[in-house]
């Protein structure tokens, strides 16, 4: 029989769970156990190692403990699926009696006794880096079917064939989307089933199956939830969540994949860029033709971008500006976001005409700029046009609103004003005001998790 601290250590990560450790409080003794491991993560199942585990020793058994209650295994040697996301969902970061855990964990709706606490993180600290964090969501489906059910699992690695439709072909798309802590410890969310939205129409675009809407939102509440201690707090960054579609199965020829993997994982980022932007408007390279994948969030978008930004930071810039791939005189979106231009009283930006990405957080700050008085202009925007605007900024789920500071272009280097007057400060008060509930959401674009 193990004592408490070495069930402790084989469910947790120093990183994780660790700091439960100083929660376990000893009570009289009780003879019934529960069966503990260490979960090994192998194509969305849980093996390893059994253990019996003294109730006596654990207390009260707060979230670690009723943490690993859900992923609980049958003593038998032989593979078992997680637990359903639904019955996993009400089970994390809830306090349980040895009694009503050994009860399949059947729990109340009263959740008075939920912890909360913050992970071990310098959060100050924070870059936009991955964190790995405890839990992602996965789901899957063959092709002309539907996905159904969810899983919640550990984060790890996934096992793959070396000829998915991923690996070989690039079907896959991703979106990105964040979390925010408010002051008063409520969690929310930012318009989710606009990402969800925009799945559909890249999966679609990539001949594969995707989450209905309700699906999506579902997958990104139970990652979230289940990884509640890694939103940071209020002020110190948001939990940005990373939904995933791919072909997961096995092909040789060019045809899409017979099976799909759905998943969503999570990390704690802070800024995406210090600072102002100082960008290059790049001459050689494109990010996008007319009838490609642009207009989508596909995977393979992204990996393209890489070689120019790389030569752009080398000479010091902070990122680079496209062309459009026709005729090199209209201004299409900076490596990952959008990007608008001020002058006046109007903003302009470049409109979504297919090779261009919808972005959400440029949604938004369109109909934020409207609500403000300003005239908002979705049009071809030459690229002369760099040369009068007052203001330029870019906006996405990354950066949010970023002002830039200076456009170089064929040598030329344009100065634009930053600055807490600026309408871009404006704009991203506005914007941030709402997704972290300082301010009223009179538009109704946040999600509380409850």
């Given amino acids: 029989m193990f004592r408490a601290t070495d069930f402790l250590g084989k469910c947790s990560k120093p990183s994780r769970i660790g700091s439960l450790l100083s929660k376990i409080r000893h009570q009289s003794r009780d003879t019934r156990a529960v069966q503990a491991y260490e979960p090994n993560v192998d194509r ?3 093996n390893g190692e ?13 979230s670690s403990l009723s943490l690993c209650k859900s992923f609980a295994l049958s003593p038998s040697p032989q593979r078992q699926t997680m637990l359903p996301a639904s019955d996993c969902f009400k089970r994390i970061h ?18 008075s006794d939920v912890v909360e606490e913050y992970a071990n993180l310098k959060w100050d600290e924070l870059g936009f880096c991955l964190i790995p964090v405890d839990y992602m969501y996965v789901m899957k489906c063959s092709k002309e079917k539907n996905f159904s059910h969810g899983i919640l699992t550990r984060f790890g690695r996934l096992e793959m064939n ?11 798309v991703f979106e990105g989307l964040k979390a925010y802590r408010t002051e008063d410890g409520r969690i929310l969310l930012f318009r989710p089933e606009q990402n969800a939205l925009r799945m559909q129409m890249g999966a679609d675009r990539l001949r594969m199956p995707s989450p209905t809407i ?8 139970h990652t979230v939830v289940a990884n509640k201690q890694w939103v940071p707090p209020p002020g110190k960054g948001s939990l940005y969540i990373r939904p995933l579609l791919m072909g997961s199965g096995p092909v040789l020829g060019a045809t899409p994949a017979p099976d799909y993997t759905f998943l969503a994982f999570a990390s704690p980022v802070g800024n995406y860029h210090k600072g102002y932007l100082n960008l290059v408007v790049e001459e050689k390279f494109y990010r996008a033709f007319p009838g490609g994948t642009g207009g989508v969030k596909a995977i393979v978008n992204y990996s393209t971008v890489f070689k120019p930004v790389a030569e752009a930071k080398a000479k010091g810039f902070s990122d680079v500006l496209f062309l459009d791939v026709k005729t090199a005189k209209y201004i299409e979106e900076v490596s990952t976001s959008n990007i608008f231009f001020l002058k ?9 005409d297919g090779t261009i990405l919808p972005g959400i957080t440029r949604k938004s700050v369109i109909e934020i700029a409207q609500i403000l008085g300003y005239q908002v202009e979705e049009r071809a925007v030459a690229v002369e046009e760099l040369f009068d605007s007052e203001e330029v900024f870019c906006t996405g789920t990354a950066m949010v609103v970023n002002p830039v500071n200076s456009i170089t272009y064929q040598g030329k280097r344009i100065e634009y004003k930053t600055g807490p007057e600026t ?13 972290t509930g300082r301010i009223e959401d009179k538009m109704g ?5 409850n």
Avoid: R
């Avoid at 809830?94 to 959740?111: F, G, V, W």
């Avoid at 070396?162 to 896959?172: A, D, E, K, M, V």
């Avoid at 309408?423 to 941030?432: G, R």
């Fill in 50 to 62: 059994y253990a019996k585990v003294d109730w006596c020793e654990l207390g009260n058994k707060e």
């Fill in 445 to 449: 674009w946040t999600v509380e998790l």
């Fill in 423 to 435: 309408v871009a400060q404006k704009l991203y008060e506005m914007l941030v005001g709402i997704q």
């Fill in 214 to 221: 309700e699906q999506f939102v579902d997958a990104v509440k």
């Fill in 44 to 46: 969305y199942h849980i």
């Fill in 344 to 352: 006046g009283n109007v903003i302009s930006t470049p409109a979504t």
């Fill in 162 to 172: 070396p000829s998915s439709g991923i690996l070989n072909y690039g079907q896959g």
């Fill in 94 to 111: 809830t306090k349980a009696s040895p009694q009503s855990a050994m009860n399949d964990c059947e729990l109340s709706n009263d959740h």
